[in-house]
């Protein structure tokens, strides 16, 4: 049977390679595409009609409109209305990318490091870019929070300074590590039920057992694939609310 580890492996669909730089559309680019157009399709198909009774797909696309809005809005703030299209792109993007993953054959691109180590990333620069354009040098004094004693300045600082860098690490890690145990969990506990199948009539019944245990998994799987994205969400409107208050 195939490793646990064996389902994380970025492969070339059609290799391309350009003055040495590897540029091959993979599975996780695949998978990535088809996150995009369904997502597209679900929600051009569910807004076509903007009806004032609404369908089950409008009611869908407008409670995650509302519930998106009113997550930028409270973690942000009234300012922080100009963020609701990224926020609202990047928790479909990273949703899909962690439901999808659960199809079987499919591929987990939020498993990846790299992938979200680069959305962290993005969040990060973004938060430096509008802080700056914003408040000018002025931004940096979100280092020092206000009414600290002044013996403790030199203490608060480096403190600050390191948690703020730290971020796009934390942002990233949390959600890569916890798609990639979830799916090594899985493909084990399945292993058990084939390796038994694969030892005769009588031990298929032991079989059973990994299967239930597994069903029972997906389901856990399923909520942490919804949790991750919607963690991965408010705190990108944590983080970017620091370009738009300084000090909250």
């Known amino acids: 049977m195939a490793s646990p580890i064996d389902q994380f492996v970025v492969s070339p669909i059609a290799p391309l390679d350009i003055l040495g730089i590897d540029i091959s559309f993979t599975n996780s680019s695949l998978w990535m595409l088809i996150s995009a157009v369904i997502s597209v399709v679900f929600l051009s198909l569910a807004m076509r009609h903007k009806a004032m009774v609404p369908s089950r797909l409008q009611v869908c696309a407008e409670m995650l409109y509302e519930f998106l809005g009113s997550m930028v809005s409270d973690n942000v703030g009234s300012k922080g209305r100009q963020y609701f299209p990224l926020i609202f792109t990047l928790f479909t993007f990273v949703l899909m990318g962690n439901l999808l993953g659960l199809v079987p054959y499919a591929f987990t691109y939020t498993s990846h490091l ?48 390191i948690s703020f860098f730290v971020r796009p690490l934390t942002l990233s890690v949390r959600l890569f590590a916890n798609m990639m145990a979830g799916h090594i969990i899985l493909k084990v506990v399945v292993s058990f039920a084939v390796a038994a199948a694969s030892m005769g009539a009588a031990w298929s019944v032991l079989g059973v057992f990994p299967v239930l245990i597994n069903v029972g998994m997906m389901m856990f799987e399923l909520l942490v694939a919804v949790i991750q994205a919607y963690v991965f969400a408010i705190l990108s409107c944590v983080y970017l609310k620091d370009s738009v208050d300084l000090h909250h």
Not at 127 to 137: A, C, K, R, S, T
Not at 145 to 161: G, M
Request: hydrophobic content about 65%; proline content about 8%; overall charge neutral.
């Open 114 to 161: 790299i992938v979200t180590g680069v959305l962290a990333l993005m969040i990060f620069f973004m938060v430096i870019g509008f802080g700056l354009y914003n408040h000018g040098l002025k931004f940096f004094s979100l280092f020092l929070p206000p009414n600290v004693p002044w013996w403790l300045v030199l203490f608060i600082i480096p403190i600050e300074i």
